[in-house]
């Protein structure tokens, strides 16, 4: 059907133009026209009754919002609402006689709503959290974040869509939300109004107050960092960070034995108000046992290649580092 046949249509069914529509697809919001080629194909029913699908001529896209699109229009990046404050975004004028009908018809529509909120809730905290740990590798890699200082005036899509990315080769990359919004709402990146970037804002990755926690925890649970001698040989401890968390190897040189834990459980809690409280280390059964020696030497060896690879440069973790890189399997 084209444009001027559909207006004619909701013409002669509502002369006064103060109806709502109602659709199958949901609830329209809005329209755009584009080139038949546009965004792919279209389709729709010929004088002849036909169903043609093409990328000729043009076309005007209806867009529709469920209860779903609306519950996920209401959460906000920066700030989410309670159940409630969306909730109370649902107004209802029903008609029937009956309240318990009224009642029904009600629940049926916040039920849904609230089954929404709590999976769009859900899926949003998994989506965060993957990309958070994500752009902690990319700024360990040597990424730099620019935003452009126009979002101070203009706000709108300079928050998430004009920044300049730069990757670990020097390749400047397209900025979006998965890019840039938990650079702004993780609290491990800095605003600083430096001038490496003319118009821009810096975002520096707080290197410092992450590799610093790490270290004030592996100082405070082992008397030596890398190595513990005693009567059943030694020991000697990797740390190192995977995906947000803090991975220690455990290896024990005794002789002409040597065995490994690698501990992955190493999880930093926090207190009542955000601040690091204490670092707790479940070795009893999170740990994977190496008990021979050709099974160690692969993670040994993505050990020292992550210790040769690393490009940043920090006091802590050169430190860790530079003893690391230099180690050989052999020398075990």
Known sequence: MKTKDFIKMLQKEDPSGESHIRMSGGIPIGCEGKAGYWDGPYEYIDEDGNYVYTTQGGKVDIYTLDIFD????????????????????FKFDLTYSIPEHREERTNLILKEAEE?????????????????????????????????????????????????????????????????????????????????????????????????????????????????????????????????????????????????????????????????????????HTYKAIKKRRDFQPIFDKIIILAKNTEYKHNIWSGWCEVIKDWKFEDF
């Open 70 to 89: 609306f519950v996920g229009r209401q959460i906000d990046r920066r700030n989410t609402p309670s159940w409630d404050e969306v909730k109370a975004k």
């Open 116 to 284: 929404a909120y709590h999976d769009i809730i859900q899926i949003k905290k998994q989506n965060y959290e993957r990309t958070l740990a994500e752009m902690e590798e990319n700024a360990i890699k040597g990424w730099k974040w620019f935003q452009n200082k126009l979002v101070d005036t203009e706000g709108g899509y300079h928050h998430y869509y004009t920044w300049k990315i730069i990757d670990e080769t020097g390749r400047e990359l397209g900025s979006n939300v998965y890019y840039t919004e938990s650079i702004q709402l993780s609290g491990k990146w800095n605003k600083q109004d430096s001038d490496t970037k003319p118009g821009y804002y810096e975002w520096v990755y707080d290197f410092d107050g992450v590799f610093n926690k790490i270290n004030d925890f592996i100082t405070k649970t082992s008397q030596h960092l890398f190595t513990i001698e005693g009567g059943n040989g030694y020991y000697k401890f990797i740390p190192f960070m995977k995906n947000g968390k803090l991975i220690i190897v455990r290896i024990h040189i005794n002789g002409d034995k040597i065995s490994a834990e690698m501990y992955e459980n190493c999880v930093t809690k926090k207190d009542s108000v955000g601040a690091f409280k204490h670092t707790v280390f479940y070795p009893y």
